[in-house]
């Protein structure tokens, strides 16, 4: 075995979904800013829509050492991951991409055999730590430490009987035993994949396989900061030898991109879908903080008799909204059943639709008074970013706790979780938007700023990129080269 000293280059690999991509996509861009060499591994169809939609080449080609390359993940070219069929993709990761990612680490394909891989840790199985050439793997887990803790917890409160969550239970059953979280977690905020009948679901048992792997490898790396999950990071600590935490990401690379502000077709947009713009300028003939922001996010799927709770509540509230409802938003839309009259009309006067919108420019906008949204992580963290309150209704996996600690711990919105009727969507609406606004207000206001510091110099997630940036650099005199 012989030690080789290279220059540091770092390989990124995030899981294919939007809510993965968008993330490790920031982070490149930091590290880039660093002047480190990094190669950004995608799936071909996210890659192709990304190239379609966003202005991800201007993004990337001003720095000289940063390379996009693209790989299969073995499913035809029409499929786009969705959660039903997590485990079609993962078996055809592991079957088809693992070994091609081998190969191409192998034949020089990749550029220089990398220093590190920064590997996004939903998909820990794809590096073998043990497989030659050895390289460092850095893993990248993109939501909370709070839905990550809430996971880790899960075997333990499995052996204990405290899971599963029964059908006929107490939905807000305290769950009990897991630090950091006392007298917070209800089985309702459990990850979705612990409710009733789900335990031994494969995904669940997915999560919590790929959560656990995470907490193992050398480094986690962590899309939040320090001042708003201090606690439950320091019980993460305790299993995980090093983390980074680095967020919020979006705040983190706009305080270090050069110059002014770019202009707004040269700002980074975060889909894979075409940007309707034209709201922004529907927002600006709205009065200051009058607009409710709907959305769900790129993969949530909602039923039309949701669909049309939500839509009477909208209107119902008297509030002005802006929601995005993408093309694949409802399920079983039934086209016979016409739009009545008194949504026409409300929409008409108040409100705004668009198919994909520009979500940090949106949260950013004076008009912008309220966000209601199924807690993804990244939209959490950028309507923290933008200190605009939220009306919580998630849907699957991490969301269930994003939204508790959003109402419960940080106090920045309220939970709808588990409700969907128009009188509940009518009075969120208003007390987010009146009546509890001051007392919402002033813990958002306060937490936006805290996201801010610890982005700028010397703040906790700036001197943790930079700690991460340094050991990176070190790490390089520890490959391992083939014999
Ligand atoms: C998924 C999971 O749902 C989420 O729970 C997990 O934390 C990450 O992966 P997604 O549902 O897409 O992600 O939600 P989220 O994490 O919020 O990401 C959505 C992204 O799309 C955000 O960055 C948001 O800015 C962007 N977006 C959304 C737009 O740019 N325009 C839109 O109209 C809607």
């Known amino acids: 075995m012989e030690e080789e000293e290279a220059e540091p280059h770092v390989l ?4 294919p979904a939007l809510g993965h991509v968008n993330p490790m996509l920031k982070l490149a861009e930091l590290l880039s800013l660093s002047g480190l060499r990094v190669t950004f591994l995608n799936i071909h169809t996210i890659h192709q829509r990304l190239i379609l939609h966003t202005n ?58 990398p220093t590190c891989i920064i590997l996004d840790g939903f998909f820990s199985f794809m590096v073998d730590s043990n497989a030659k050439p050895r390289i460092p793997v850095l893993c990248f887990r993109t939501v909370s430490a709070c839905s990550f803790w809430a996971y ?21 059953r305290m769950i009990e035993g897991v630090d950091g979280m006392e007298n917070v977690l209800r089985c309702r905020d459990l990850p979705s994949f612990s409710r009733v009948g789900e335990q031994t679901e494969p995904i669940l048992q997915y999560c919590v396989d790929q959560t656990i792997q995470s907490s193992k490898t050398q480094s986690l790396i962590l899309n939040t900061f320090e001042e708003l999950e201090g606690p439950i990071l320091s019980c993460l600590r305790k299993r995980c030898r ?4 680095i967020g919020p990401l979006n705040a983190h690379l706009k305080s270090r991109l050069p110059g002014e502000k770019s202009p707004p077709e040269l700002e980074s947009s975060n889909g894979y879908r075409e940007v309707d713009r034209s709201c922004l ?4 003939a709205q009065p200051s903080k009058s607009v409710v922001y709907v959305s769900f996010g790129s993969v ?15 209107v119902d509230s008297g509030k002005r909204f802006l929601w995005v409802v993408r093309p694949d938003l409802v399920a079983g839309k039934d086209e016979e059943d016409g739009v009545p009259a008194e949504l026409e009309e409300g929409t008409r006067e108040r409100g705004c639709m668009v198919g994909w919108a520009p979500q940090e420019e949106v949260l950013a906008h004076e008009a912008i008074g309220g966000f209601l949204t199924h807690n993804g992580w990244n939209s959490t963290l950028e309507g923290i970013v933008a200190g605009v309150p939220m009306i919580c ?4 996996a991490d969301q269930l706790t994003n939204s508790r600690f959003v109402s419960e711990v940080w106090k920045i919105g309220l939970d709808m979780k588990d409700v969907c009727d128009r009188k509940t969507v009518a009075k969120m609406v208003n007390d987010v938007m009146e009546n509890r606004r001051n007392e919402l207000m002033g813990s958002v206001l306060k937490t936006a700023k805290l996201a801010l510091t610890s982005v700028e110099e010397g703040g906790s997630s700036y001197c943790d990129l930079e700690r991460m940036i340094n050991d990176i650099q070190l790490l390089r005199q520890q490959r391992q080269v083939i014999d």
Do not use: C
């Open 12 to 15: 990124m690999f995030p899981f």
């Open 56 to 113: 991800l080449h201007s993004r990337f080609s001003r720095f000289p050492k940063f390379r996009f390359h693209t790989i299969t993940d073995g499913l035809p070219p029409a499929y786009i991951g969705s959660l039903t069929k997590l485990s079609v993709l993962t078996q055809s990761m592991e079957a088809v991409t693992k070994p091609l990612l081998r190969q191409m680490l192998l034949s020089g394909e990749l550029g220089p055999i």
């Open 152 to 172: 880790s917890s899960i075997p333990k409160l499995i052996e204990e009987g405290q899971l599963p969550v029964r059908g006929e239970e107490d939905m807000d």
């Open 242 to 245: 090093n983390i980074y935490t």
């Open 281 to 284: 300028a529907w927002l600006d």
């Open 300 to 314: 949530t799927v909602i039923g039309d008799d949701q669909f049309r709770e939500f839509w009477h509540g909208l």
């Open 393 to 396: 209704w998630p849907q699957f």
